[in-house]
């Protein structure tokens, strides 16, 4: 950037600088300590104040851009300012600590909602890549629940770490949550603190250290091969009509519809998530090549994920289409599993996990969750019967790969299909098999 030795004196003067193609430059004005202005390529002069802050931190403050702020104004502003930081003041650091409490504000409460708001641009801090939406919800809705009752009106700058102790000692003492969901709720109070040290608000994270004040393990659920026959029975038989167009009554028990058990019956033979499960669309299915394309907004992973289909896979999918013309007068429907309500919408994916876990409770199995298909399934595949290796197992399950070099990842965009379709053809089958075919009544055609 240039600079000019020439002082400016007048309008006249600031009306005659001209734009340099090369770059911007700056002029000092005349009478005004520390005062020029800064003339930009598309045009644009702005007047900038310089100083040195009481900590002896150099300053450079925006005061305004000419003509919208005459010279006379611009050398008012500059002396008011000039004045305050021989008092000790620094103008340029208070306005940009008024900015961050506008993006933050200065209760939990405002805090949180910035940081969700910041969450969905990767603005939030952390590896600044946006939270997916399911993400934020189940944070927003932990916040709402447990935090905000009792923390929502503190201002967050004075919140100190005796003050998160204790908070997080009646969480594990009264909420009657399990260890690990403790811990859940002390790290969305951890993340949003965390935002506001990336704000700069505060120096350092109260939280850290208190989110998890109970012991807890790893999940090790999973569905015995006797358990996992009794559910797959069940979704079978509340999927499929028990006469043309005609099924069996909702289970007021479990609350069983046709596509809850077929968006569970999915989940179970591709060991995918329940969100890519329930949210799965028509467009994504490639039935010629047996592969279901679920794209990066809706993995974990953030990457692009090709799942091969097997039979099984296929045949639950006919179904699907099958029901939802029944249901909806052969409505051409966006999603495999529509909201019975809207089939615009797609059914909720904690409408299912709500499902199995009353249908374990009812069959007298121990508790399990449709995470605990995945758990099973990897289980199986690589235990001395199927022999899969744990990577290609990882890459059914849609897990980031964190052996080796972790640049490799990079790199390596091999979806090992030829190697995912063998274990989930072997997964399926299993499955299948657990059940005698005398029991599974006719596939389900459209009409």
């Known amino acids: 950037m240039k600079c ?25 004005i005349k009478n005004a300590r520390g005062l020029s202005i800064r003339v930009y390529p598309e045009g644009d002069k702005v007047f900038e104040l310089r100083y040195v802050a009481a900590n002896g931190a150099r300053r450079r403050m925006k005061l305004g851009t000419y003509p919208a702020l005459k010279l006379a104004d611009a050398k008012r502003k500059a002396g008011t300012f000039q ?11 208070e306005r940009a600590a008024s900015k961050r409490i506008q993006r933050t504000g200065e209760t939990v409460e405002q805090l949180a909602r910035a940081a969700f708001k910041a969450a969905k641009l990767g603005l939030h801090g952390g590896r600044k890549k946006p939270k997916s939406p399911s993400t934020i919800a ?12 009792k923390l929502c009106n503190k201002i967050f700058t004075e919140v100190r770490r005796r003050d998160i102790k204790e908070f997080m000692r009646d969480v594990a003492a009264d909420s009657g949550l399990a260890p690990s969901s403790v811990g859940r709720v002390g790290e969305v109070l951890s993340g949003i603190f965390a935002f506001a040290v990336h704000e700069d608000r505060i120096e350092s994270n109260p939280v850290t250290g208190l989110s998890h004040p109970l012991s807890w393990v790893s999940r090790e659920r999973r569905f015995s091969d006797t358990a996992l026959k009794a559910l797959w029975d069940v979704l079978v038989l509340h999927s499929k009509p028990i006469l043309p167009g005609e099924f069996l009554p909702e289970d007021p028990q479990s609350r069983l519809d046709p596509l809850t058990c077929l968006s569970a019956r999915l989940m179970v033979v591709t060991l995918c998530r329940r969100g890519e499960a329930v949210a799965a669309r028509w467009d994504e299915i ?38 939802a013309k029944l249901l909806f007068n052969d409505q051409n429907c966006e999603f495999v599993f529509p909201l019975t309500e809207d089939p ?23 508790h399990g969750s449709p995470h605990d298909f ?25 897990h980031r790969i964190r052996d080796g070099a972790a640049v490799t990842e990079i790199y390596d965009l091999n979806e090992y299909l030829p190697q995912k379709r063998a274990a989930l053809d072997a997964w399926a089958k299993h499955v299948r098999e657990l ?3 005398t029991q599974d009544s006719p596939k389900l055609t459209a009409a």
């Open 4 to 28: 000019s030795t020439k002082l400016i004196a007048t309008d006249r003067e600031l009306l005659g600088l001209r734009p340099d193609e090369a770059g911007r430059y700056e002029v000092g």
């Open 83 to 93: 004045n305050e930081v021989v008092e000790g003041n620094d103008p340029s650091a």
């Open 138 to 149: 189940n944070e927003a809705r932990l916040y709402e629940r447990h935090i905000a009752p």
């Open 286 to 323: 490639d039935r010629a090549s047996k592969k279901w394309t679920v794209p990066r907004e809706r993995t974990k992973s953030r990457r692009t994920e090709i799942k091969p289909l097997s039979d099984e896979a296929i045949a639950i999918l006919d179904n699907a289409a099958a029901v």
């Open 344 to 366: 615009s919408n797609h059914i909720d994916g904690h409408r299912v996990a709500r499902a199995i876990t009353r249908l374990c409770k009812r069959l007298g199995i121990p």
């Open 374 to 398: 995945r758990r099973t399934g990897a289980t199986t595949l690589t235990d001395e019967k199927y022999g899969f290796t744990r990577f290609i197992v990882s890459k059914v399950l849609g």
């Open 435 to 437: 059940t005698p075919p």
